[in-house]
């Protein structure tokens, strides 16, 4: 795995420069078959990353621009009455893909942001009545601005729960600007990657990563982390036993990317805040004294102990 893993981390930095972090955060997600949610101020690759990680599998990918004015049906699909067979016929929608890329999800309603909650946990829709699967392999990956808020619909905590890790881009760094620019003359996008696996591949490597041995004191280490955010005084809501499950799987997925066929503590630790902290709700005195739920995640990880063995 961590041989297919590399080369899909130098394949997408032909088109992301300067930001091996978020491609690596985010091809640990699609090995461990969870969804991501991408949030950042525009400009920064959202679109692109998630672009070139579609590009990269091998699969089919669709891309939804989420509005106000989009309907569930436009998400899932709808059926439509055929007059020459006498019968409704089912049109899917762009939810049917390998990678759905759900541009700016916070932009659409409540309703039409709930089409997806069934596609994301059962791997299905259900349209009048009868249900469809997708894939495998399948993942949303989604992205939203933080900054400007007019005219959005915040994700509801049950939506979030939903995305197995959410990540920053950030800006690059100056010599990785520097290159971004450089390499504009050539007009290479996401859109002229080619496949580096297939998605069968990719299906065999993730179903691997289930195999990839995780001690028992790392599960007692991965509950008491989690049941920690459920105590903190400055967390009006903790992280749920979805957020525990993701964590050991997104664990599991770290390691065998490194070469690894077993998890130790750093895995865990380095992958708690991209994991759990979209799941917690802050305290509104928390929030006065500019306390983010990263913040206190980093608290429980110096407060409560690692396991000293991990055989």
């Not at 933080?146 to 800006?171: N, S």
Request: glycine fraction near 8%; charged fraction near 25%.
């Amino acid at each position: 795995m961590d041989q297919a893993f590399r080369k899909l981390v130098e394949h997408i930095e032909q088109v992301i420069q300067g930001k091996r972090e978020a491609v690596q955060l985010a091809l640990v997600c699609l090995f461990a078959q969870g969804h991501l949610l991408i949030e950042d101020v525009p400009g920064v690759g959202k679109t692109s990353l998630a672009k070139a990680i579609a590009r990269s599998v091998g699969g089919t990918w669709a891309r939804i621009q989420f509005t106000p004015d989009l309907l569930p049906s436009d998400v899932t699909g709808v059926s439509i009455w055929n007059r020459i067979d006498n019968r409704f016929e089912f049109r899917p929608g762009g939810v049917f893909s390998t990678v759905l890329l759900a541009d700016e999800i916070n932009r659409a309603s409540p309703k039409t942001q709930s089409a997806l909650l069934e596609a994301m946990e059962e791997g299905q829709v259900t349209v009048d009545g009868h249900t469809y699967p997708l894939g495998p392999p399948f993942m949303v990956i989604a992205t939203q601005n933080p900054i400007e808020l007019e005219g959005t619909y915040p994700l509801p905590e049950a939506q979030l729960d939903r995305f197995l890790m959410r990540i920053e881009m950030g800006y690059p760094d100056r010599d990785a600007e520097i290159d971004i620019l450089e390499a504009d003359r050539d007009h290479a996008g996401a859109a002229d990657l080619g496949a580096v696996i297939t998605s069968d591949e990719l299906m065999e490597l993730s179903r691997a990563i289930g195999q990839i041995h995780v001690a028992p004191a790392l599960r007692e280490y991965i509950v008491a982390l989690v049941d920690a955010t459920r105590r903190h005084p400055g967390l009006a809501l903790g992280a749920s036993p979805r957020g525990a499950l993701g964590l050991q799987r997104a664990a599991r997925a770290w390691a065998g990317a490194a070469g690894r066929d077993f998890v130790l503590p750093d895995d865990i630790k380095r992958l708690a805040v991209p994991v759990l902290a979209h799941r917690l709700v802050p305290t509104a005195d928390a929030e006065l004294r500019g306390m983010h739920s990263s913040d206190l995640i980093a608290e429980l990880l110096a407060t409560v102990p690692v396991p000293g063995a991990t055989g």
